[in-house]
């Protein structure tokens, strides 16, 4: 089946900072979403962006399919923005490995 | 608002005690789901169910149960939770036209003493 892997498995921040996601994929997909877990374990739903470029308030994603890539940018982070991040594909949602985001005050 | 329930949000149960752990939705989705989330790792699924039609994933344990008695309700019974059982589990739903979008309850975070 298809892997799913993302990087850097830690990041720590400060507040105010910009960051970079990156979720990699074995084969071709014809779904990629992000989703952000919050310390209570919640899953959230940011994006569904099986190709190309969406944007919501701080955070954007772009996906490029036919290099088997997506990114998730945060900027301007805040406390609030700490928790892991997972990518998922397909529609069965094979999950990445996450990404855990913790912000300093 | 329409939204994915999870009863209870934490759950103890004793080493072989049978545990049942609820999701309700009030999204009206023919897709229900499982996931099993342990410590630090991504979700899995352990099955899910088009309307009433069960799809066990193949790596699921036998110890593994669901019931689907309505649109509304899904529940996942562990019939003798072993210490490996303790994760949180997740329920989601899903349009079966738009499986890839998915909306996920808070969890139930189970520990077996």
């Known amino acids: 089946g298809i892997q799913v892997e993302q990087s850097p498995p830690d990041l720590i921040l400060q507040e105010g900072a910009n960051s970079t996601l990156r979720c990699n994929f074995s084969?071709?997909?014809?779904?990629l979403q992000w989703f952000h877990q919050n310390p209570w374990g919640q899953l959230i739903n940011l994006f569904y962006i099986p190709s190309g470029t969406k944007q919501n308030g701080r955070l954007s994603a772009t996906t490029v399919a036919t290099e088997r890539y997506s990114l998730l940018y945060i900027s301007s982070s805040q406390t609030t923005d700490s928790g892991v991040y997972f990518c998922a594909a397909n529609e069965k949602l094979t999950f990445g490995t996450g990404t855990r985001l913790t912000i300093i005050p | 608002d329409a939204m994915v329930i999870q009863n209870p949000r934490y759950q103890v149960t004793q080493f072989g005690k049978p545990v049942t752990l609820s999701c309700s939705q009030t999204l009206n989705h023919n897709v229900m789901y499982w996931y099993q989330q342990k410590s630090s790792q991504a979700p899995k699924l352990l099955f899910h169910?088009?309307?009433?039609?069960?799809?066990n994933e193949a790596d699921t344990p036998d110890n593994f149960q669901s019931r689907r008695p309505n649109t509304s309700f899904c529940f996942l019974d562990i019939r003798s939770p072993g210490l490996g059982d303790a994760a949180m589990y997740l329920c989601?739903?899903?349009?079966?036209?738009?499986?890839?979008?998915?909306?996920f309850g808070p969890g139930t975070r189970l520990t077996v003493t």
């Open positions: 989601a739903t899903s349009r079966w036209d738009r499986a890839y979008e998915q909306y």
């Open positions: 084969d071709s997909v014809n779904n």
């Open positions: 169910y088009y309307d009433k039609d069960f799809n």
